[in-house]
């Protein structure tokens, strides 16, 4: 065996671990851009990583989530709240589930970064009764709602008009508990009644009778002034004629 044949059949052998190895890398991300008890595999269709953190327990959403992913399963898991710019960097983000958790509340910023690219976006069966009214505003997602208590209100009715888009899932909102009694159990799309109008009035309302209060309480106290300074002048006066006149006193005088 010459000594090219011999650099030969050892060279081939290492090019071909050398190539399965840059494979792998490519085909699967490291440990470490992986959260804690989630799984990252790349998808080639969408190039990016499809992450799998379902069912682990989770009480709130992973903070080093890699920049690259595209889907994302955080569902069956026991996560409370979505922070302000929680997927802030995740700009290839097209799919995210959040079913299944006890979340309760969304803020105006809960899913900044993501608008553009998002297009399922499930909040089924979790705790949520309020949102902020430009919650959905920017989506263009198809959004699940289904099994939450949602407390119809104003924000709620103006959250849903943001999703002029996404009618079916506006439709499936039903009041758990509402600002009109006759409206818990109904979906919330049937709801004629502008519910930040009803607010305005009753703010407006209550702003009445508070200034009906003070007036109240200044005229009270006005009477009660004048009255008390005509009861003092009444016995300054009844004094005064209690006093002996001049000519009583001249009189008493010549008499001496």
């Known amino acids: 065996m010459t000594l090219l044949d011999l650099w030969l059949s050892r060279s081939i052998p290492m090019c071909l671990l050398l190539q399965s190895l840059v494979l792998m890398a490519l085909c699967f991300p490291s440990a470490s851009m992986c959260p804690k008890g989630c799984s990252c595999l790349r998808d080639p269709h969408l190039h990016g990583l499809n992450v799998t953190c ?3 327990r989770l009480k709130e959403i992973p903070l080093n989530l890699p920049g690259n992913t595209v889907l994302l399963r955080l569902d069956h898991n026991q996560i409370g709240s979505v922070p302000e710019q ?7 983000l097209r799919e995210l589930n959040l079913s299944h958790n006890a979340v309760e509340s969304l803020g105006e910023n809960a899913f900044s970064g993501i608008e553009g690219t998002l297009q399922v976006l499930d909040l089924s069966h979790n705790h949520i009764t309020s949102v902020h009214k430009d919650a ?36 499936r909102v039903l009041c758990r508990s509402s600002e009109l009694l006759n409206q818990e159990g109904r979906s919330f799309m049937k709801v004629d009644i502008d519910l930040c109008n009803l607010a305005k009035r009753t703010t407006d309302y209550a702003m009445l009778v508070t200034m009906f209060g003070w007036f109240a309480m200044v005229i009270s106290y006005v009477v009660y002034y004048v009255r008390q300074n005509q009861e003092d002048a009444r016995r300054h006066l009844e004094y005064l004629k209690s006093l002996p006149t001049e000519t009583t006193q001249r009189q008493d005088v010549c008499e001496v």
């Open 136 to 171: 959905f505003a920017r989506l263009r997602a198809r959004i699940i709602v289904d099994d939450n208590p949602w407390h119809c209100d104003c924000a709620l009715q103006q959250a849903i008009g943001g999703m002029a888009h996404n009618h079916e899932a506006a439709a």
């Open 86 to 92: 929680a997927f802030n960097g995740l700009s290839l």
């Open 54 to 56: 379902s069912q682990s």
